[in-house]
């Protein structure tokens, strides 16, 4: 016949199956969070909180540098992130498409990489058209309650948030061209070249 358990050691393994579905548990919300987009941001139609950054290129870039004269879309994310992979070069081709010296409209790609070569790495490849800051610390994550990523928010021109998600949003171009005021080129009628008059 079989050993008894000692009552420590069936709390033990009570104990340890009870940790173990928990841990499953938050394994399973934090990836559903990375994937899927959750509920809008509580922020949204509060004011933005200022943050200064240092970009890839060295600069520091706040977000009042851009108060009352463009509109700009703070994307979070981290080179380790998929769903992060996959939004990125979603974002680059939109700047790429959308966006000129004169757009009143920027995008901020705000690296929560603890590590700057690897975000380097991942805006070189990825060849992202747009300033790449560096929070390594997560304070401006933190600012934003930023818990899942990609997490992405639109600042209007007096500083108010009017838009903020978490994961990744297969209609992001069509969210962006909505709340940047940016008509499609198939919905504009031709505009005349008027060089040659």
């Known amino acids: 016949m079989g050993r008894k358990l000692a009552p420590a050691q069936i709390v033990g393994i009570a104990a340890l199956a009870i940790f173990t579905v928990f841990i499953t548990w938050k394994a399973k919300a934090l990836e559903k969070r990375m994937h899927e987009r959750g509920e809008p941001s509580a ?25 009352g004269k ?6 979070f994310w981290a080179s380790w992130c998929g769903p992060c992979r996959r939004e990125l070069p979603v974002l680059a081709d939109f700047y790429r498409k959308y966006h000129k010296d004169s757009s009143d409209f920027e995008i901020l790609a705000i690296s929560i990489d603890d590590d700057r070569e690897a ?26 309650s930023v818990d899942g990523i990609p997490t992405l928010f639109i600042v ?9 998600d978490t994961g990744m949003n297969p209609g992001i171009e069509v969210q962006l061209m909505v709340r940047l005021g940016i008509k499609s080129a198939r919905n504009t009628p031709e505009v005349l070249d008027d060089s040659s008059h």
Do not use: H, M, W
């Not at 943050?51 to 009042?64: D, M, R």
């Not at 463009?70 to 994307?75: D, F, G, Y």
């Not at 380097?120 to 800051?133: Q, R, S, T, W």
């Open 70 to 75: 463009k509109k700009v879309v703070l994307s």
């Open 119 to 144: 975000a380097e790495a991942y805006a070189a490849k990825a060849k992202l058209p747009f300033p790449v800051l560096l929070d390594p610390d997560s304070k401006a994550a933190d600012l934003y």
């Open 156 to 164: 209007d021109t007096k500083g108010t948030i009017i838009e903020g």
């Open 43 to 67: 922020l949204v139609n509060k004011p933005a909180a200022d943050f200064t950054l240092p970009s890839l290129g060295g600069q520091q870039v706040s977000l009042t540098d851009y108060r």
